[in-house]
């Protein structure tokens, strides 16, 4: 699937019927704030979208929200109207990064919200994914999501592995040891790529090199190798396609119309790396 956030600039129909004209029939639906469907609104209009998706041949295939407690006043009936509609996954929103001496203390407020929140999940019928975000967010690292996560029901809550951030965070090969300790937990699966660059005005946050994203043709995240430690682990959860070409962090800022043919030759690499034998 396509994740909805950078094809947001056209009306959701004709983002259907460019989604489906190369051959994409499920999307990655934004419902927070300034996405496609406001979490306010989504008993409402998540269902119309929905309506409009399917007329185009297009299925919502899991949801990214804001969600990060179970006391948010918006969580049950994102979740409940997401159930409903046979989406059973969500991405969870963030966990700002509170600065240096704070980790230890967050990592135990953290891991009770996503017991909250799995004990949700789990009445509800739905799965959510932690996504590891780099720089100043936690769980930046991979050892904290897998820290957070393991007192809680693997049906519930599960590890939305973002390669290319672990790789900005993880380097040569901690982005490898963090898929290791995170193996078990592992549903949900972000695809996008990214470069170093020697200036410094490229990624926020960055202090020495920066961070452009790319095609996956030109990245630096290790795609093959990835792709085959999946496979070691029979990963079968979604797959959403991170079309992050647009703003001043993408290696060119894009249209809606030009996201879609970049998606398009995007596709055809990750199905190329699909089809490579294991071990290659």
């Known amino acids: 699937m396509v994740f909805s956030k950078h094809l947001q600039g056209m009306p959701l129909a004709e983002a259907a019927r460019g989604l489906h004209a190369i051959g994409i029939e499920w999307i990655d639906l934004t419902v927070r704030p300034g996405g496609h469907v406001a979490p306010e609104r989504v008993r409402d209009d998540l269902p119309r979208a929905a309506e409009a998706l399917a007329a185009e041949g297009v299925r919502i295939g899991m949801l990214t929200t804001n969600i990060t407690d179970a006391g948010d006043p918006h969580a049950r009936p994102v979740l409940e109207t997401a159930a ?151 990963f079968s959860g979604p797959v959403s396609l991170h079309s992050e070409y647009q703003g001043p962090h993408s290696f060119a800022d894009l249209s809606p119309a030009q996201v879609l043919e970049q998606t398009a030759r995007d596709l055809a690499v990750f199905r190329g790396w699909l089809d490579q034998p294991a071990g290659r």
């Open 84 to 234: 409903k509609l046979g989406v059973r996954h969500y991405k969870l929103g963030y966990y700002p990064y509170r600065g240096f001496g704070t980790l230890r203390r967050q990592r135990a407020e953290v891991a009770a919200r996503l017991k909250d929140l799995a004990r949700l999940s789990r009445d509800l019928g739905v799965h959510g994914g932690f996504h590891n975000h780099s720089d100043e967010f936690f769980g930046a690292s991979l050892w904290d999501v897998e820290h957070v996560l393991q007192n809680t029901d693997p049906a519930a809550l599960g590890a939305y592995l973002d390669p290319a951030h672990a790789v900005v965070e993880g380097g040569s090969d901690g982005w490898r040891m963090g898929m290791d300790l995170l193996a078990g937990r592992i549903t949900m699966l972000a695809v996008k790529d990214f470069r170093w660059l020697d200036a410094k005005s490229g990624y926020a946050g960055a202090r020495r090199h920066s961070v452009q994203w790319c095609p996956l043709a030109q990245g630096n995240t290790p795609w093959p190798q990835v792709l085959a430690h999946l496979r070691a682990l029979d």
